[in-house]
């Protein structure tokens, strides 16, 4: 009897394990799908029609916000591995989920998104996001981590890189093991097909996934290498095209021009601790005078002359009657100037003014604050956490 109880729970413990590999097999698969799925649309070409017999084809993986229409259409598709598609059967049973982690079972989420607006795709990403155990600290202590790999369209920031200014790599700190590239709707569809390039073997290797590059490797390998060549000295310039992106990405341009000089009164805080304001001998106080928009910002209210100007720090060579284009992220009084270290200050010369009028002219509508959440009804982006508890 004894035996057979042995054998019966072998039995049972190889069904559970297969089950496991077999359910992060499809998962993988079918996150590969969707990645192929998402790649074939490109943005600012591809219609609505187009996004439909995709949609259509994760129908029961779909959720929306508000009826998807050609001229409005926000949906996310999400796939879910087996502890997350069974809430309530591991809530609360720490035991079970242990005995789940120990065949092999990991909590798992691939989110993708399709934006729709006047019947072209503005907008698509995907998202993969996995618990795993096991890690390993350079001194050898374990521990448990989320490993975030996302890609997907939306701004590139006010610092834009001169070596593919629609484009960024970076990494969220805190949270997890996260890289994520985002791509604006204008960067070459070839460069955003390259980049969408989500390991999703991580989803069921024995071999645990670990570092940024295992998830998103040829994104996270390119910035890895950008970042050694920063290291050496490689300069970044503020060429046209930076410019262009820069000006259509943010939500105000304006020319404004030097009315008063303040001399070497602008302050700088001292590398040596404790910190210690020192008077800079790069940077000067000028008060600014905006003179013209060329994207203009109508307010609720009035504004007095004395609203159009404000004080900044720039570099010691200007001089009164010098115009420079000042991009700013917010509309607000208080003007909080854009710091791209490249195109700031920039001088209002006929070369850059050309470079701007282009990027205005490319404006994408509502992209700042409606493409802040780019995965429709699937969560916070900024805090990707899975609880299985």
């Known amino acids: 009897m004894l ?31 969707l990645l192929t799925d998402l790649k074939s649309l490109e943005m600012r070409k591809s219609t609505y029609q187009d996004a439909r017999r995709v949609m259509d084809r ?56 399709i934006r729709v607006r006047k019947n072209i795709v503005w907008g698509k990403g995907i998202r993969a ?17 989320t490993l975030v790999g996302e890609a997907r ?3 590139p920031s006010t610092v834009i890189s001169s070596l593919h200014p629609e484009y960024r790599v970076d990494s969220r700190s805190g949270c997890c093991i996260d890289a994520r590239v985002v791509f604006t709707p204008y960067a070459d569809p070839a460069e955003v097909t390259r980049l969408m390039d989500i390991n999703f073997s991580c989803l069921e290797s024995w071999h645990p996934c670990e570092t940024k590059a295992d998830i998103l490797p040829t994104a996270w390998n390119e910035y890895t290498a ?8 490689v300069q970044q310039t503020c060429s046209p095209e930076v410019i262009r992106v820069l000006s259509r990405e943010s939500k105000r341009v304006v020319i404004g021009e030097v009315t008063k000089l303040a001399g070497t009164n602008a302050y700088i805080c001292s590398s040596q601790p404790p910190c210690v304001a020192v008077p800079s001998t790069e940077l000067g ?21 004395e609203d159009r100007s404000f004080s900044d720090s720039l570099p010691l060579k200007e001089k009164l009657g ?68």
């Open 3 to 33: 035996g057979w109880a042995v054998a019966g729970l072998f039995v049972i413990v190889l069904i559970l394990a297969a089950a496991i590999r077999v359910d992060q097999y499809l998962l993988r698969r079918k996150a590969e799908r």
């Open 58 to 113: 994760w129908d029961e993986e779909l959720h929306q916000e508000g009826p998807c229409q050609p001229f409005w259409c926000d949906v996310g598709i999400s796939l879910r591995g087996v502890f997350l598609r069974h809430p309530t059967l591991f809530a609360n049973r720490e035991s079970l989920v242990y005995v789940f982690r120990l065949l092999g079972a990991r909590p798992a989420m691939i989110d993708g998104s």
């Open 129 to 145: 996001i996995i618990e795993r155990q096991g890690g390993r600290t350079t001194d050898g202590h374990r521990y448990d981590y």
């Open 153 to 155: 369209s939306g701004s």
């Open 226 to 233: 950008e970042e050694k060549s920063a290291k050496n000295s």
């Open 285 to 305: 106080e000028v008060t600014v005078l905006l003179k013209g928009d060329f994207k203009p910002w109508n307010p609720h209210f009035p504004l007095a002359p």
């Open 322 to 389: 010098d115009r420079y284009v000042f991009f700013f992220e917010h509309p607000i009084v208080e003007y909080r100037v854009d710091r791209d270290p490249v195109c700031t200050p920039l001088p209002a010369t006929d070369q850059n003014i050309e470079a701007v009028r282009r990027g205005v002219a490319e404006d994408w509508a509502d992209h700042n604050d409606e493409f802040l959440s780019p995965f429709p009804g699937l969560g916070d982006l900024n805090r990707p956490t899975i609880d299985v508890r």
